[in-house]
């Protein structure tokens, strides 16, 4: 939040617009930066540094999701921790539904028992959400799971907006190419995705616009 009492501020590593594997139906994703936890083997390590992101004031952002296609109808918070900035999320959520009824998902390295005893700011973030996808990544159980990375993780349906899936499977993995770089969405099914994938790009000459995992820590 800025010193002056203003409209809160959040500080976002990407924005991903359309996105069909990290929660139900077509989403935008808010991928936030900073993560107070380390998982070893961290699948997003460019989300980790509280320093750096593009600062967003709510407003700001909640006007640029509000102008995506109508097909997108649910954003998920991914990072980085969510919850390391709960209190703005919680506003960017408000500012949201204002406009349209939006599904909301996040991700949070801390568990749905401890976060419910965490401060105001968690609680109302929780207070908002439809889905939670909880608890750190454990390497040695990564397995194809519906967007979790480990089998530790858990889907929290917290309204009846959703019906969970019959299937407990991997989503996937989305690609975004845009004028000669390349991202990617989604949590990888099988130990090791990242590092080959950006192996085998820089075999090609692809620039990565996502940090790669080596420039990162
Ligand atoms: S909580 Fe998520 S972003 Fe943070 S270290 Fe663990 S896997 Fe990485």
């Known amino acids: ?29 808010v ?3 900073g993560c107070p936890l380390r998982c070893p083997g961290c699948l997003s390590p460019e989300g980790l540094p509280f320093e750096g992101g593009e600062p967003w004031a709510v407003d700001a952002l ?25 209190a703005a999320l919680a506003a960017l959520v408000d500012r949201m539904r204002a406009a349209r009824d939006w599904s909301v998902m996040s991700y949070s ?12 700011g968690r609680r109302e973030l929780l207070a908002r959400l439809d889905i939670l996808v ?3 990544f454990l390497a040695e159980r990564q397995r194809p799971l519906l967007w979790r990375g ?14 969970p899936p019959a299937h407990d499977g991997s989503a ?13 969405n989604g949590v990888p099914p099988v130990p ?16 990565l616009t996502i940090p790669r995992r080596t420039d990162v820590r």
């Open 172 to 184: 996937g993995l989305e690609v975004e190419i845009a004028s000669g770089s390349i991202a990617w």
């Open 31 to 33: 991928w936030v930066q």
């Open 134 to 136: 909880d608890g750190p």
């Open 1 to 29: 939040m800025p010193a002056s009492g203003g409209p809160p501020v959040l500080f976002v590593g990407r924005i991903s617009e359309s996105v069909r594997v990290l929660g139900p139906g077509t989403r935008a994703v």
């Open 192 to 207: 090791g995705f990242r590092e080959n994938f950006e192996r085998a790009l820089d075999r090609d000459g692809i620039h």
């Open 150 to 163: 480990s089998d530790n993780q858990r889907i929290h349906w917290l309204t009846d907006r959703h019906e």
């Open 62 to 86: 909640a006007a640029r999701l509000h102008a995506l296609p109508a097909e997108v109808t649910g954003v998920t918070f991914s990072g980085g921790e969510p919850m390391a900035q709960a």
């Open 109 to 120: 390295g801390f568990t749905l028992e401890r976060l419910r005893r965490g401060d105001a």
